[in-house]
């Protein structure tokens, strides 16, 4: 990396998309961001903004495949001065979803890490083969540049054991890896940080509740920065309810089903995944929708909101026992973020353990970190955005400035 080199690329590939953000890391400005959806499929495109003030630009059917689309992708930012050719490049960061216990931090990646990650793809079989030719595809338009893995399961790889096994038989459990990975942990980890900052407390000596509320969402204890517990688990199925997942449910449901129901596993995964949660029980999985109906007297969407609730009150209860001390409950990601009633109706009732919402500051729209506690509570109540793609420019441009 030359010394003028402060720009990394952030790249997120899943199956049949890739997301991306350029990102200065003297300024932490953002020079470029852009989609490329429906890779290899009808109707692909690409939308690329330039944060220069120029107006965002789309193509159409193009895309074959992955190198299609990064090749375009790689286009559009030489059109702007900011091609993968230019010194100012310092490395690309890829998001990775699952690294298992083989990765515990930001890894360089070389053909080593490459066979690693590829056997993880048992353990996240939709989401690491896209990541990998995401890798491969960088790899090829930049061989000599520094690419970076950042691991969504890393920031939880310090749950203490008792946290992360389940009561399975051992032998089987460890013959298919089987344990609590936990995911979402680049926003786990941001999000811890800058709650910490917000409160005027050393992360160190910070204990928080971080209740990740997104489409998927997952919840998880933080001990003086480190990951204790959290509710995702062996794949991003368990723990709380989500848009289309499930989350915690009896095992014995899925024998159920497929003994009486006449389904196969593909089909029980489906329902869990894609058919459940929120949508499965009121038929909307985003929760402004789910607020809409609920004025209009739906009484699915209501219950659908209870359940939401009380689940992520269940969490907040358990959480707050496996700290015994908390600094901080905080919410993020678009739920988090942006659902007030979510937020109140979730603390609703704990005011005996020190948690209490202020209705107006509740009330505040804002982009900004913010506490919605009122003034001297005894637990601070947060509201912290997201920031994934920030989080995986610092993990990346900290590692390879300090080669
Ligand atoms: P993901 O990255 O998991 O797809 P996000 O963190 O972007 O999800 O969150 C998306 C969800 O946030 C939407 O499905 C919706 O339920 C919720 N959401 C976004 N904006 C609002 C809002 N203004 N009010 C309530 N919920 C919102």
New binding site residues.
């Given amino acids: 990396m030359t010394a003028a080199a402060s720009r990394v690329l952030v790249l997120n590939s899943g199956s049949s998309s890739v997301k991306y953000q350029l990102l200065d890391m003297r300024t932490l400005q953002r020079l470029a961001t852009g989609l490329v959806e429906r890779i290899g499929e009808e109707g692909a495109r690409l939308v690329h903004t330039p944060l220069n003030g120029g107006a965002e630009r789309e193509r159409t059917g193009e895309f074959a495949d992955h190198a299609a689309a990064l090749r375009a992708v790689a286009e559009e930012l030489s059109a702007d001065g900011l091609g993968l050719d230019s010194p100012e490049l310092a490395a690309i960061g890829h998001r990775v979803v699952h690294g298992g216990l083989s990765f515990t931090e930001p890894t360089v990646i070389d053909e080593e890490v490459l066979t690693e990650i590829e056997r993880l793809v048992p353990l996240a079989p939709l989401h690491n083969p896209a990541n990998l030719l995401g890798i491969r595809t960088a790899r090829e338009l930049r061989p000599d540049l520094p690419q970076v893995a950042v691991f969504d399961t890393a920031f939880h790889t310090t749950m203490p054991e008792y946290a992360a096994r389940y009561a399975l038989d051992a032998k089987t459990a460890d013959a298919h890896r089987i344990r609590r990975y936990g995911f979402h942990g680049t926003s786990h980890a941001f999000v811890s940080r800058a709650a910490a900052a917000l409160l005027g407390k050393d992360p160190g000596e910070t204990n928080l509740i971080v209740l990740h509320?997104?489409?998927?969402a997952s919840a998880s204890a933080v001990r003086g920065g480190s990951c204790v517990d959290t509710s995702m688990g062996l794949t991003p199925l368990e723990g709380l309810v989500m848009?289309t997942r499930s989350g915690d449910i009896d095992p014995a449901v899925i024998f159920h089903l497929m003994r009486n129901a006449g389904m196969d596993a593909g089909e029980v995964d489906d329902l869990l995944n894609k058919r459940s949660g929120l949508i499965g029980l009121c038929g909307a999985?985003?929760?402004?929708e789910i607020?809409r109906r609920i004025e209009e007297g739906d009484a699915a969407a209501r219950l659908a909101f209870e359940i939401y609730v009380h689940r992520l009150k269940k969490y907040l209860g358990a959480y707050y026992a496996v700290l015994g001390r908390v600094d901080a409950v905080v919410f993020t990601?678009?739920?988090g973020e942006?659902?007030a009633p979510v937020r109140e109706a979730a603390l609703s009732g704990l005011e005996g353990l020190g948690l209490e919402v202020d209705a107006e500051l509740n009330a505040v729209r804002s982009k900004e970190p913010r506490l919605i506690s009122p003034a001297g509570a005894r637990v601070a109540v947060a509201v912290v955005p997201?920031d994934e793609e920030l989080e995986i420019a610092h993990q990346t441009y900290a590692l390879v400035s300090a080669e």
């Fill in positions: 509320l997104g489409n998927g848009g999985n985003d929760m402004r607020q990601a678009g739920v942006n659902a997201t």
